[in-house]
């Protein structure tokens, strides 16, 4: 089987940069996903990381290590907007499931 | 705006009621799934749909069937449902099943079992 973990919640202030981390257990490794729920709306998709290293996208980056069976999304000059849940999602097992940790929701504070 | 839509938004239906859920997506996408929301707990995957065909059952309970007419369209037909099945029925769609493909997912249905 596959398990998750990331911190439940996290407080933050409005520019300042915050880290997400993620660390997982599965019997094989495919990759993974990290997604952005706004409450009452839908997972969008943020990033992939199947390799080793740093992804950066604008303000959001993601670092994989699978030796180490860590992630961590980054968020740079946060705004407000940035308040919401963040899912970390991996590839792999039995099956090759999509296995969603419970997510780590943001608070951005003034 | 997302290129997946479900409907209804939110579903009050007592024990003894059938309904459906229904799912459309405008992508040209040819996997679809449905996945369980519920407070404080991961999204769980019910089902995955690759090019019309049903590909992945997760042990999800018989009170929950799917249905999959075309590439495009997903339904998740309820019937005789349980107060626990509460919770936000996520659909998503990807372009196939291969690792690096993200899924799309729509707003979801609140469904709430009185």
């Known amino acids: 089987g596959q398990n998750i973990d990331q911190p439940t919640e996290m407080t933050a202030t409005e520019g300042a940069i915050v880290q997400i981390n993620c660390t997982y257990q599965t019997s094989g490794f495919n990759g993974l996903f990290w997604y952005q729920q706004h409450a009452g709306e839908a997972p969008t998709f943020l990033s992939y990381?199947?390799?080793?290293g740093l992804e950066e996208k604008g303000r959001f980056s993601s670092f994989l290590s699978r030796s180490k069976g860590y992630s961590y999304l980054l968020l740079k000059e946060l705004q407000m907007k940035d308040s919401a849940s963040y899912l970390c999602?991996?590839?792999?097992?039995?099956?090759?499931?999509?296995?969603f940790g419970t997510g780590t929701q943001l608070k951005v504070e003034l | 705006e997302t290129g997946v839509t479900q409907t209804p938004r939110h579903l009050v239906m007592g024990m003894t009621n059938k309904k459906s859920l229904k799912c459309e997506q405008h992508l040209g996408h040819n996997a679809m799934y449905w996945y369980k929301q519920s407070a404080k707990k991961p999204l769980e995957l019910m089902f995955v749909?690759?090019?019309?065909?049903?590909?992945e059952n997760n042990s999800v309970p018989s009170r929950f069937s799917p249905e999959c007419p075309n590439s495009s369209h997903l339904f998740l037909h309820l019937h005789t449902l349980q107060p626990e099945d509460s919770a936000l029925y996520l659909c998503a769609s990807s372009l196939g099943l291969a690792d690096s493909y993200e899924q799309y997912f729509g707003p979801g249905t609140r469904l709430t079992v009185t």
């Open positions: 749909y690759s090019l019309e065909e049903r590909v």
């Open positions: 990381n199947v390799l080793d």
């Open positions: 999602a991996v590839r792999g097992g039995g099956g090759n499931k999509l296995t």
